[in-house]
């Protein structure tokens, strides 16, 4: 996706001026509450008209003020999802997820339906009434309608927000595949960072109607891990599960790590870590409970606030510890220099 912004906006008090060029496959849209992103949503939707600019998607221009172009919504082959998802309630979930694509000329159809409803898991539910379903089952049905519309961008405000933690994170997996496999680029709204890492590496971040920076949303955790309850949050990507008993353990780059067993584990999953959890060792501990213990090599040191973030390699995976800054002089930690990292198969917890 290639997608150019140059617009301004005048509504009522508020005024925004977008100017961004985004080249990547999916970015997030990230800020504070009436910052603008729904705006940039709805201009880029054609729901609302610049006053003045231009937005072009891979060249062609979906609006462009001195040249007299404003393309419908309906023309302009862009998706979009909101917070809730406005199903037509006397349409089954069928007859829902098909309503966009026997609008789309037939040369255009791109995505195989059945293939589809199988990779959202809604073929169960095909001949249900939209009513009688769950919250997440409603934005897999408003997901899969606007993706069979064969779009060139999917724009999902929110789509997550009012489910619960759990199904949330469950989801998120499930949407990314979907969105690789159907080659369907999209821009993600949301207030969670988490939500946001775990769906796009890119992320506009805006502020008082115009964009702060574009950045990645790794460098947007580490830049506001100082202001959350327990630092920085790693995410450890897991494979390969093996039942040990009353634990789990997951192969993590060579490294081979533990967690606390629970009932619906699956093969593989994605797991936080904060980095408060995690204790530095110049040597190997003798004895301990904590079940995980790594060799990692340190290779920066930053301080922030009251803590000194030490970013390790750990036999090619990277892992963020916050330590006092005392701790770091004691234990000799600086750039080049090896340590022990230990952290309980409790502090690992399961998003994905
Ligand atoms: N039609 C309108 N008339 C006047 N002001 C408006 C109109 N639509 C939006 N605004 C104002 O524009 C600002 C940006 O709104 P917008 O919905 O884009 O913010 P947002 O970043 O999406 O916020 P949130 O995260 O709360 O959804 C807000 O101050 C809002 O009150």
Redesign the pocket.
């Known amino acids: 996706m290639r997608l150019e912004i140059d617009v301004e906006k005048q ?4 005024f ?1 001026r977008i100017d961004c060029r985004l080249e990547s496959e999916s970015c997030g849209v990230f ?10 949503m ?1 201009m880029l939707a054609g729901l609302v008209p610049p006053d003045r600019g231009r937005i072009t998607l891979d060249g062609v221009p979906l609006f462009d003020h001195r040249a007299g172009i404003n393309h419908k919504p309906e023309k302009r082959r862009i998706g979009v999802v909101f917070q809730h998802a406005f199903l037509f309630e006397h349409l089954n979930v069928r007859n829902n997820l098909l309503y966009g694509m026997k609008r789309t000329p037939q040369q255009r159809r791109s995505i195989d339906p059945v293939h589809l409803f199988r990779a959202l898991d809604l073929e169960h539910l095909l001949e249900r009434r939209v009513t009688r379903l769950s919250g997440g089952e409603r934005q897999r049905v408003a997901l899969g309608r606007a993706m069979l519309a064969s779009p060139r961008l999917i724009l999902l405000d ?1 789509p997550l927000t009012g489910l619960d933690r759990a199904l949330k994170f469950r989801i998120i997996p499930h949407l990314r595949q979907v969105f690789t496999e159907f080659s369907i680029p999209y821009l993600f ?1 949301s ?1 969670s960072h988490q939500e946001m890492r775990l769906m796009t590496k890119d992320v506009l971040i ?1 502020e008082q ?1 115009q964009v702060a920076r574009l950045t990645t949303t790794e460098e947007l955790a580490r830049s506001t891990a100082a202001s959350a309850d327990r630092g920085y949050t790693n995410f450890l990507e897991f494979e390969n599960r093996q039942d040990c008993g009353n634990l789990l353990t997951y192969q993590w780059g060579t490294n081979r790590l533990t967690v606390v067993k629970t009932v619906d584990a699956p093969e593989s999953a994605v797991f936080s870590l904060s980095a408060r959890d995690i204790v530095l060792f110049k040597r190997h501990p003798e004895a301990s409970s904590a079940r995980n213990i790594l060799v990692a090599t340190v290779r920066s040191t930053q301080l922030t606030d009251w803590l000194v973030r030490v970013e390790l390699d750990c036999y090619g995976r990277t892992l963020i510890a916050e330590i006092v800054p005392q701790s770091m002089v004691e234990l000799g930690i600086r750039p080049g220099t090896s340590c022990i990292v230990v952290f309980k198969a409790s502090a690992l917890r399961r998003l994905t």
């Open positions: 509504l009522g008090a508020f925004c800020g504070p509450s009436g910052s603008g992103k729904t705006t940039l709805n929110e709204i207030h805006m109607g």
